[in-house]
């Protein structure tokens, strides 16, 4: 079944470690999204990438980095700058032609202790 | 600042019609309304998107005022299982710029049993 697969679903680290989410996509999309959400918030945009090899900061991207070296993968790693890191993790991917809506993985969420 | 303006939160009785209202006052021509919903702890799922037609899909009805400045989400049974936080996003449509799909906090609908 076509879709997108964020991996895995809870990951524990310690802190001042990098850490890298995975995102996968078979749905041949152009576009990838990363989003970070908190409890009772709304989501909010860290990266987004409209092509290979190209990606924009979005409002949060501080203490983040991306790669997006293949039309299917957009890793996300949030690194020991990032002051709060704790939180739900969502990827998002969708066509650049035609009906723009977007497909949301199932989400990570990281603990970091 | 944020395009759309949403309640925070809404009840409903089950089996009654959810009318989630959004206001997008400065929308552009070429920009698309989108929603999505998010169940608790899962990523957002589509709804449904319009230009400045109705629409009606399976899961929804979309009606957009005349001038475009506000939306209203139908949903024409509710039952327990459309508790959800309801996102309204406007957006540039395919191929129209390099937006990064912004959320905002939603509105959280209730249904009551």
């Known amino acids: 079944d076509g879709g997108i697969t964020q991996s895995p679903k809870y990951l524990f680290r310690k802190e001042g470690q990098n850490v890298t989410l995975s995102c996968e996509q078979n749905l041949n999309h152009d576009a990838m999204y990363w989003y970070r959400q908190d409890p009772g918030q709304g989501l909010r945009l860290i990266y987004y990438s409209q092509i290979v090899n190209d990606f924009q900061k979005g409002d949060i991207a501080e203490g983040y980095s991306v790669s997006r070296e293949k039309k299917e993968s957009f890793p996300l790693t949030v690194t020991s700058a990032q002051k709060n890191p704790t939180a739900f993790y969502l990827c998002?991917?969708?066509?650049?032609?035609?009906?723009?809506?977007?497909?949301f993985g199932q989400g990570t969420r990281l603990t970091v202790v | 600042d944020a395009k759309t303006t949403q309640p925070p939160s809404m009840d409903c009785a089950e089996g009654r019609a959810a009318n989630l209202p959004c206001n997008h006052s400065t929308i552009s021509g070429n920009e698309y309304v989108y929603w999505y919903r998010q169940i608790h702890s899962q990523g957002p799922q589509y709804i449904i998107h319009g230009l400045k037609n109705n629409e009606t899909n399976e899961m929804a009805s979309l009606i957009i005022t005349e001038d475009r400045k506000s939306s209203t989400l139908i949903l024409p049974h509710a039952t327990l299982r459309d508790t959800a936080v309801y996102y309204c996003?406007?957006?540039?449509?395919?191929?129209?710029?390099?937006?990064?799909?912004?959320f905002g906090k939603g509105t959280h609908l209730i249904i009551q049993p």
């Open positions: 998002a991917s969708s066509r650049q032609t035609g009906s723009t809506e977007a497909f």
């Open positions: 996003i406007v957006r540039v449509g395919a191929g129209g710029g390099a937006d990064g799909l912004t």
